[in-house]
């Protein structure tokens, strides 16, 4: 089963950074979009970022709560992608997951992504 593997989580203070990393085991991902979804406790997963693949001239798209604070990038020939977390708030804790799509364009709902990783623990605190 393939599957995505999540890094560089951890608690930090409010305002501080942390950049994820999420490995994709195959070239063939780069063609995929990729995106971060995150959970809360008691929450439902909800989309953060996401970013096309290579066939898609999408771009990235950001949740209106992490516009302009979180970067989503790619490397594909490491086949890895990247969340940049600047200006972290405690309201930013979850558990981040890194997914991604069977198709190149963005999508931000949890059911049009078949591929996860098993997630990293983000923890701000105040």
Known sequence: QVQLVESGGGLVQTGDSLRLSCAAPE??????AMAWFRQGPGQEREFVAGVAGTSWIGGATYS???QGRFTISRDNVKTTVYLQMNSLKPEDTAVYYCAAST???IE??????NYWGQGTQVTVSS
């Open 27 to 32: 070239r063939t991902f780069i063609s995929k």
């Open 64 to 66: 209106d709560s992490v």
């Open 103 to 105: 198709g190149a364009r």
């Open 108 to 113: 931000t709902l949890p059911r049009r992504y």
